[in-house]
């Protein structure tokens, strides 16, 4: 099992920035996807961002593209989301997300990612 843990969400005003962090722990040898999708109220959860950890390799969501970073810090099993010229659209729970598995076309996709994290709130304000 793997257990992931987000920390690192609060209130920003728009414009402003936040770094999300996942911390991965238990059978970390296993997962080659790690990945950051969210969840607004009355929405479905969606991709964000994502990584093939054993390339670095990346995905990232249409909308977040340009703004958002994602990053792995291996040594120290840490998944980063660096979010900058936040928007009020950004407003959701975000979810951290590993897989034992990776497929070109499915990076963001919520199907078949085999650990969640129990989710950090972010609330963009004007």
């Known amino acids: 099992q793997v257990q992931l843990v987000e920390s690192g969400g609060g209130s920003v005003q728009t414009g402003g920035s936040l770094r999300l962090s996942c911390a991965a722990s238990?059978?970390?040898?296993?997962?080659?996807?790690m990945g950051w999708f969210r969840q607004a109220p009355g929405k479905e959860r969606e991709g964000v961002a994502a990584?093939?950890?054993?390339?670095?390799?990346?995905a990232y969501a249409d909308s977040v593209k340009g703004r958002f970073t994602v990053s792995l810090d291996s040594a120290k099993n840490l998944l980063y989301l660096q979010m900058n010229s936040l928007k009020l659209e950004d407003t959701a729970v975000y979810y951290c997300?590993?897989?034992?598995?990776?497929?070109?076309?499915?990076?963001?996709?919520?199907?078949?990612?085999?650990?969640w994290g129990q989710g950090t709130q972010v609330t963009v304000s004007s």
């Open positions: 997300a590993a897989a034992n598995s990776w497929s070109v076309g499915s990076q963001l996709s919520v199907h078949n990612k085999n650990f």
């Open positions: 990584v093939y950890t054993p390339e670095g390799s990346t």
């Open positions: 238990g059978k970390t040898y296993s997962i080659v996807y």
